[in-house]
């Protein structure tokens, strides 16, 4: 039986992920929730998300999109205006 490795970056959570990312201007760190029931929609492949995120304090902007496998696995993860936080750096 083959196992799979666990996403660095998304941490599942009942019906959702968690996910940390770190604004590119002040380095402000957001701790997001992706719901799989209403934010994550159907594709022809499998799911995808895109949420807009302004960083609470320092009103920073960025950009993360997942897709998804049928099996909502994450296939790939681009963030623009920030970069994503492994999950072994959480604080």
Known sequence: MFFRKR???LKPEGRAFWVRLRTE??????ALRISRASEISPTASGYYVRKVVVAPNSLDRA???IWF?????PLRKVVEGGELIPIKEWK
């Open 7 to 9: 996403d660095e970056h």
């Open 69 to 73: 496998d049928r099996r909502m696995r």
């Open 63 to 65: 950009v993360l999109e």
């Open 25 to 30: 201007r002040s380095g402000e760190v957001v």
